[in-house]
């Protein structure tokens, strides 16, 4: 079956310019991830969703970030007034449930943020 | 602080050349412990899940183990198509992220 699709697969961006970032979760997946990765850093969480609320926001490293998510499916990740540190790829994960053991999470492609 | 470290940073081994990637990890109350592969311009792929001490997984020319303190990822005569970055993730306490090394970048020279 399909994966986790994101897209853009890359985004060009002015300084102060908002961006949104889209993520389609492999289709019966409850939980979404969003996390970012910069260049030769490790991968950063930034929030986690079950079902289409966020149980867990803690890595949104700013209130320029938010994300949403509708029917359980779809998530966007929106980035406002965008600063050249922000970028970065931009990882979306999905897995098949939230609850018991933590269960494996999927990766799509990434969108690679460019902020001149 | 929960903490992941991958070593070594960087590892060229010729083709046929086995050896271990090492994952060492300091959180509270572990959940699991997942190996991914990566290659450039690509999202990581899963590889491995281990959820407790002792416990072993193999897939192919790869061997995953786990111990309380760390993982070590086993490459039996590797090909240039292992070429990739290897990441380790932790899962811990109450919530459901991951924590991750920076990884271990493999180059396999035929």
């Known amino acids: 079956g399909a994966g986790v699709s994101q897209s853009p697969s890359n985004k060009v961006t002015e300084k102060g310019k908002d961006v949104e970032l889209r993520c389609d979760p492999i289709s019966g997946h409850t939980a979404l991830y969003w996390y970012r990765q910069r260049l030769g850093q490790g991968l950063e969480f930034l929030i986690y969703?079950?079902?289409?609320?966020?149980?867990?926001k803690s890595g949104l490293p700013s209130d320029r970030f938010s994300a949403e998510r509708t029917g359980e499916s779809v998530s966007t990740l929106t980035i406002q007034r965008t600063q050249q540190e922000d970028s970065a790829v931009y990882l979306c994960?999905?897995?098949?449930?939230?609850?018991?053991?933590?269960?494996?999470?999927?990766f799509g492609p990434g969108t690679r943020l460019t902020v001149l | 602080e929960d903490q992941v470290t991958q070593s070594p940073e960087a590892l060229r081994l010729q083709e046929g050349e086995s050896s271990s990637l090492n994952c060492s990890y300091t959180?509270?109350?572990?959940?699991?412990l997942f190996w991914y592969r990566q290659d450039p311009g690509k999202g990581p792929e899963f590889l491995f899940t281990l959820y407790s001490a002792g416990e072993e997984k193999e897939k192919e020319r790869l061997k995953a183990t786990l111990t309380k303190k760390e993982s070590f990822l086993h490459i039996t005569a590797p090909k240039p198509e292992d070429s990739a970055t290897y990441l380790c993730?932790?899962?811990?306490?109450?919530?459901?992220?991951?924590?991750w090394g920076l990884g271990t970048s493999l180059a396999v020279n035929p």
């Open positions: 959180v509270s109350g572990l959940r699991g």
């Open positions: 993730a932790v899962n811990a306490g109450n919530n459901r992220k991951l924590i």
């Open positions: 969703f079950q079902g289409n609320s966020a149980p867990d």
């Open positions: 994960a999905s897995s098949l449930q939230a609850g018991g053991p933590i269960d494996t999470q999927y």
